[in-house]
């Protein structure tokens, strides 16, 4: 984001805001990269009591606008809302994630192994950015100007939490394709999250990322229906850079080779498999994806975008042997998009 110089305060939030980012990012890095038991001696003390019954165990701190993890106790699971809107929003969503990995996969939570679901909101001061560091959330408020709280989108926070899936599934490294990947997958779970719990069918949904936390009725962070047009012309933000294909991959060094820009690739390739199959996009193309996410075998930390096409046309034969017309489906969709 290029910010003029006639608005400093403005220009140090965001450089703050990005010295932020890369904190949380290299903690997540380094964090997935550690064997079980070494992340059991890291995790926080209340993350690492066993869990003896499948069901869903949320906690849900704030920092009040300090840079301190996770912060003050203000609801955990099973406790009534309380008056501050932005924890019920991460509570709720949280159960929303939750619920939508169990009920379709019979997955236990991040690490299928009923792992505690730690938020913390209010951190830090207009910091513009929701994050999974690697073993807990963070919401920061927004700086009410471009950035409302980043709380306020279900597809947010199931974006940020499949963060954590895919850190304990195939572990995609976070550069270049396989970057790309993972933060298509992000995306792609966190739409599918949000449409599920609406309960939206592909032509009913909006297909769009952090519609509320990006200020204005026009604007979105992401779409996976038309990358490149969830913004534009935003007197801030400028346009979507996103591309919808192969003909437009941004090789970006300052964005780890382009993780966020070149999601759109795989972000549309997902649309297209999910509109053109229909009905609700969980029941074929999800089970499909995930499959594809949680093999990893066919789908490597360095996999891509090429071989996650192929883990799902693999996955689409092996879970419909008996419909061609959705591993059909699923290639038309790669193919579109240029891979």
Known sequence: MQKSESKPSAFKTKVQAFATDDKFRSKRQLFSKLSHG?????????????????????????????????????????????????????????????????????????????????????????????????????????????????????????????????????????KDQSGALNESLADVFGTMIKQKTLNLDVKHADWLIGENC?????????????????????????????????????????????????SGIPNHAFYLAAYNIGGYSWEKTGRIWYAALTDIELVKETASFADFKNATIVHAQKLFPGNTSVSDAISAAWKSVGV
């Open 38 to 174: 070494a992340k059991r001696v890291l995790l926080h003390e209340s993350l690492k009591k066993a869990i003896k019954k499948t069901t869903v165990n949320r906690a849900v701190y704030t920092a009040k606008n300090k840079e301190t993890q996770p912060g003050k106790l203000v609801r955990k699971e099973g406790q009534a809302a309380v008056k501050d809107k932005d924890v019920n929003r991460a509570y709720d969503a949280a159960g929303y994630t939750w619920n939508f990995y169990y009920s379709l996969f019979g997955r236990n939570s991040i690490d299928s192994k009923g792992m505690k679901i730690i938020q913390t909101v209010h951190y830090g001061v207009k910091y513009d950015n929701a994050f999974w560091d690697g073993e807990q959330m963070i919401y920061g408020d927004g700086d009410g100007k471009i950035f409302g709280s980043f709380t306020t989108d279900i597809d947010i926070i199931g974006h940020e939490l499949t963060h954590g899936v895919v850190q304990y599934e195939c572990n995609l490294a976070y």
């Open 214 to 262: 990006l200020l204005g009725k026009k604007y979105a962070l992401r779409s996976l229906k038309a990358p490149g047009t969830a913004y534009v012309n935003h007197p801030d933000l400028g346009t979507d850079p996103q591309p919808a294909n192969m003909s437009g991959y941004i090789n970006d060094p300052g964005d780890n080779g382009g993780v966020h820009s070149n």
